[in-house]
């Protein structure tokens, strides 16, 4: 059996196992249960109870929480993973093409080789990484908190995350947006073919955001039927409450997969990309060195993509311009961003190039690379990064 077909059929089974949606970085996915009555709107929560006159309240700010902060601001990141061996990467256990883990227990997927590829660099062995798996509210009190070390969980990079989360995102490793599904019997071809119909999403994310806006900008009426989970609106979806599904496109098109593959009904996903959903990586604000550290592991792999390297010939290549030299480690170029010289060797040698990557884990779901916004700069795309000089 080819290696191709050994990753589609775990791919298959995980989903199998799993029952998991893909992509939208607001939701949390769990195995779908039966969809609670959906709601036209949210209703409103009820007023906490005040805690007893005699009872303290909680500090708002943890003292592992605090000791984080303080790391982050001082540096040094870098030194204590060194010293512990291991990268302490969250991601998330149940989303088949990105990070989900396979009946023995192994994590694999794009978001879980990206994890690797920063132990590659860091440590020199990909290997060594401690997956710390997060429900979508605690992703970033993890990365406060210090109980992770960076954040590689399908999370789109924006203002407020950038800014009230303390996040710093890194380089960007997929290029994503919203999109909509629709069976394909209907015939609905773009957006305008939805007036006045039911659109299941999950309630109080962006996606959910994102609908209402491009929907009121063009003038088209339509009814939200909002789940608390992603995961509960596409089954809302499946059961007929919905004339359509709106998510990530990453994410549906592994609910087209899975649809299909299952011997369920055609899907169509719309043309038309609704919203901007950059995903990549994310450290603590404040830890220049460890940021850099992590940008420079993942532009590793699009560089040696750029170079014709990847996982089979890195190792017997040879420098023989200056720029591919100095990426390879030879005489021991140092740039100053505290990685050893090889580190990029390290990364692709044993994990790969970015389109080995994507190819292994994306492609199965029906996710072209080439002529994709996530193909190379020289093909179109966008993945381009700085000289390493």
């Known amino acids: 059996m080819t290696k191709r077909g050994t990753i589609l059929i775990a791919v298959v089974a995980a989903i199998a196992l799993l029952a998991a949606a893909c992509g939208d970085d607001g939701d949390d996915t769990t195995a779908p249960q039966p969809p609670p009555p959906a709601t036209e709107a949210p209703a409103e929560p009820a007023a906490p109870e005040p805690p007893p006159a005699t009872e303290a309240a909680a500090p708002e700010t943890t003292e592992a929480a605090e000791e984080a902060v303080e790391l982050s601001q001082a540096g040094g990141r870098l030194a204590e993973v060194q010293a512990r061996g291991s990268v302490r990467c969250g991601v998330r256990d149940a989303l088949p093409g990105f990070n989900f883990l396979t009946p023995d227990g192994d994590h694999e997927g794009f978001d879980s080789d990206f994890c690797r590829v920063i132990a590659a660099a860091v440590l020199g062995d990909a290997g060594a990484v401690d997956f710390v798996d997060l429900a979508t509210a605690d992703r970033f009190t993890a990365l406060q908190s210090g109980e992770i070390d960076v954040l590689v969980r399908n999370t789109t990079f924006t203002a407020s995350r950038d ?227």
């Open 163 to 389: 800014g009230k989360e303390a996040a710093n995102f890194v380089y960007t490793t997929l290029y994503d947006g919203q999109g909509v599904v629709v069976p394909a019997a209907t015939g609905i071809t773009d957006l305008e073919g939805l007036a006045d119909a039911n659109i299941c999403v999950a309630q109080g994310t962006t996606t959910e955001l994102n609908l209402t806006d491009v929907m009121r900008s063009r003038n088209i009426p339509f009814n939200p039927v909002t789940f608390g989970e992603s995961s509960e609106a596409r089954v809302g979806y499946t059961a007929g409450q919905c004339e359509a599904f709106t998510s990530d496109k990453s994410s549906l098109a592994v609910f087209k997969y899975e649809i299909e593959n299952g011997g369920g009904d055609e899907q169509f996903i719309l043309p038309e990309t609704i919203s901007k959903e950059p995903l990549g990586p994310a450290v603590l604000d404040g830890d220049t060195e460890w940021a850099q550290v992590v940008q420079w592991a993942v532009m590793a792999t699009i560089q040696a993509w750029e170079f014709g390297l990847d996982s089979g010939n890195i190792t017997s290549a040879t420098g023989d311009n200056p720029a591919l030299a100095r990426f390879l480690g030879e005489e021991g170029f140092d740039p100053g961003i505290g990685l050893p010289s090889d580190f990029a060797v390290q990364v692709v040698s044993q994990v790969g190039n970015y389109e080995e990557i994507y190819e292994r884990h994306l492609e199965p779901l029906g996710l072209p690379l080439h002529g994709s916004v996530n193909d190379l700069w020289t093909h179109g795309g966008l993945m381009y990064v700085p000289p390493y000089r």
